[in-house]
RNA sequence: GCCCAGGUGGCGGAAUUGGUAGACGCGCUGGUUUCAGGUACCAGUGGUGCAAGCCGUGGAGGUUCGAGUCCUCUCCUGGGCACCA
């Protein structure tokens, strides 16, 4: 090899090869295209402004799917878009006087622009943004299609109020106590609010997880633990003593009936409708209900406090004994909307009715014996026993299994009526609460009605649709501009024609992005979709995004599916066949002197320590962290791709991390990769010169140096075509550097006779088209190029995925190791279908083995078929 | 507190699911090329020992011919949920 080899130059090579794709169309979709489908899509980008290198991870991930599809023959859809509302463009809107419509199609521009300098195989034909205009009234229409199914639902609520983005927030938009986007604490407040009935499919959405093979159990597990299913009883308890007039029962919910007998108290939620009575007469409780309530707006808080109480002095019976009566608490632990916002503590068996009952001297008796434990003997100290046992204590329940012990207390109170109903019934209760969607905001899809004085809540004909956004809005104070605008909501009742009002509030964005992947297989119907055409496409066989939304997003569009199939515009259930949650881009941090953060390209090394690269202070190196913009531990792709090329940050994306979990960007990482393009460049280049022309089958029976190289590609072939299909990029890319080495190796090893040989020639051409056609899915530039090189005037990108000749994968002979007593002492050659016996043998001539054993006989040989060998001494 | 996931060289990580621990990359060491830096190339790189060998997958036990992988206990890290009756 004595040509000087030509360096790479990704920056002028890799705009004319995404020229040539443009050129073509050849990402477009046919959405006819009569070949077997494939929808990969990864979670679209909020136009924040520029990309961050947790994009490019998630895209590059999905682009090499979507390349490798289109290679193995399947009609590909592989869209991109934006979603577009939500607060940033507002509070963009306050800072810098513009509008939140021109702020976030610019940053769309401006995104869009770094999108296509990574390569990616997108059918930027069916872009759309959820602020478009035609996108939101599709949405508007499915609106009131779900309000006619019955599944919206308008209701005064106890809602989440973000004092600081002043909106509602949903249950699992708080994390801890705080919005999770301004982080403000949130307060409660009551409000008449929009809400999709997500409850309806409680159970469906719980029992469809099931079957959901292809998601992560990790994400399965969130979402089942969010929706949280109980099985438990309602039960009425008769008021005695000091009930309200009105009053005259009290029902709570119980997974635990078995421990009845062991109820010592009743305790209500403050908010409950007796609390409230009882309060009404009685100031000190009042007072006590307000502070439970003040506690309330902060779940840190209720965290930490103690349990506390109030007697009201009201009594209730038992349920099996009239005589026996029991005090009613309120109780600052008690959550209104769960169950029926009231309970029947049981302290011996459940740890909060415990240090209730020990803070109030109530009593506390066991009815569940822990296997083991001695009836006599066996009392309850400062730890509940909430596990299994045999009932104690409780009359006709005794001796029997928690398990039993339910079934018989079901049994009796269902028998048993009072006023005409039965006293106690079986219920399952769930933790998901309704989902509400109002946000008072402008930058949302409005909502679709109009108060009227005399019709009430009248929808907006479908023919009047879309309700478009007012342009003419200002953000100089705070509140809704829709709400203040002068004009926008004043308009006639669809009804009665009598002055009435829009709604002013708009939809939580979550709306949007929980139906976009069934927009994009008509992203320009005059309907919500298509259906011979979604049902086609859909559900997405490949979904890729970050773990952050593994509730909320992914639970939104459940439900969607869900309701969009009632309402008659789609024919599934779930949406993502499979879905993948790629980890984070992380960085180390560094302070400076002064305590600042620093950027990493601020920072350098001398001498093994860091400092300031224009101060040269001394540079405190801190946590390896995900990327934000706040610890500027920021690298940005605009700067890599310019620097290196699309290909070297993709490649990088893909190496040596698998994929879900949380990669560190390194700059000699980078490094490392941007060195194998250019040794990728080389090795084919050397491979093209010594290749057989164009169209040259490979050699059928090679044997010597081309047999070799036949089986170095197709080896690396069927591994990395198994890598790719469960995802395992950092193994694709493992098995990418192992060929080329062993091409390498191989061709350094060809005398000048085995280079001229045929049948050689023929096999570097197959190894070279094969190595080409690999790593086309992660570095589809380089290998447009190399392409190229190899003589080829078509692309790569359209050409077929190579297949694995089975027969090459296949050895003569097998190398075994040799094991004594479970150590590896030796290995041991023999031909491909030797028996166990003549292994055996084999292994027992070894002088090493001979040696070990001493002359003695081994007690045992284990032989395992094509795997290992195992002599017992 | 409860529920998950995970602890493997200096680092990121492999290991066909019970069968050669450390593939591949980064880093490092020595050498060749180069005025030099970088690139490129060659050799080496878990620990220990002159060596045969011995020790090694967070820790302690166990099952097995054989354990990173299975079981019991335990420590640590990351994530989710959190008074859900």
Sequence with gaps: MTKTPERYNAREVEPKWRAAWDERGIFKLDETDPRPS??????????????????????????????????????????????????????????????????????????????????????????????????????????????KAGLVERKSAKVNWDPVDGTVLANEQVIEGRGWRSGALVEQRELTQWFFKITAFSEDLLSALDGLERWPEKVRLMQKNWIGRSEGMLVRFELADGAPADQSELEIFTTRADTLFGASFLALSPDHKLAKAAAATNPELAVFAEECRRVGTSAAALATIEKKGFDTGIRARHPFDPDWLLPVYVANFILMDYGTGAIFGCPAHDQRDLDFARAYGLPVTPVVLPDGADAATYTVGTEAHDDAGRLINSRFLDGLTVDAAKEEVARRLEGEMRSGRPVGQRQVNFRLRDWGISRQRYWGCPIPVIHCETCGVVPVPAADLPVKLPDDVSFDVPGNPLDRHPTWKHVPCPKCGAPARRETDTMDTFVDSSWYFARFTSPRATTPTKRAVVDRWLPVDQYIGGVEHAILHLLYSRFFARAMKLTGHLGLDEPFAGLFTQGMVTHETYKGADGRWLFPEEVGIKDGAAIHVKTFEPVTIGAVESMSKSKKNVVDPDTIIAGFGADTARWFMLSDTPPERDIQWTDSGVEGAAR??????????????????????????????????????????????????????????????????????????????????????????????????????????????????????????????PVVEPALLARDTITLPVQVNGKKRADVTVPREAGAADVEAAVLALDIIQRVLEGKPPKKVIVVPQRIVNVVA
């Excluded at 050397?686 to 029976?701: F, Q």
Aim: charged content about 20%; some cysteine.
């Design 38 to 147: 494939y929808y990969v899509l990864e979670m679209f980008p909020y136009p924040s402004g520029r990309i961050h290198m947790g994009h490019v991870r998630n895209y590059t991930m999905g682009d090499v799917v979507a390349r490798y599809k289109r290679a193995k023959g399947f009609a590909v859809l592989h869209p991109m878009g934006w979603d577009a509302f939500g607060m940033p463009a507002e509070n963009a809107a306050m800072q810098h006087n513009t509008h939140p419509a021109a702020w976030t199609y610019a940053n769309i521009a401006t995104m869009k622009a770094q999108l296509k300098s990574m390569g990616l195989s997108l059918d930027w034909d069916r872009e759309f943004a959820t602020c478009d205009v035609e996108y939101y009234h599709q949405q508007q229409a499915l609106f009131l299609d779900f309000l």
């Design 676 to 801: 194998f393009v250019q040794r990728l460049w080389r090795l084919v280049g050397d491979l093209a010169e010594l290749a057989a022309p164009v169209g040259t089958p490979a050699p059928a029976a090679a044997t010597g140096p081309a047999l070799d190289i036949r089986r170095l590609a197709h080896g690396a072939l069927a591994e990395i075509e198994n890598d790719i299909e469960k995802l395992r990029f950092n193994r694709a890319v493992a098995r990418v550097y192992e060929l080329a080495n062993g091409l390498t190796t191989a061709l350094g090893d060809l005398d000048e006779a085995a280079a001229a040989a045929p049948d050689v020639k023929a096999a570097a051409r197959e190894a070279a088209e094969i190595l080409v056609k690999l790593f086309a899915p992660m570095m589809p530039h380089l290998a447009e190029e190399c392409w190229a090189v190899l003589g080829h005037d078509d692309l790569v990108a359209v050409a077929p995925w």
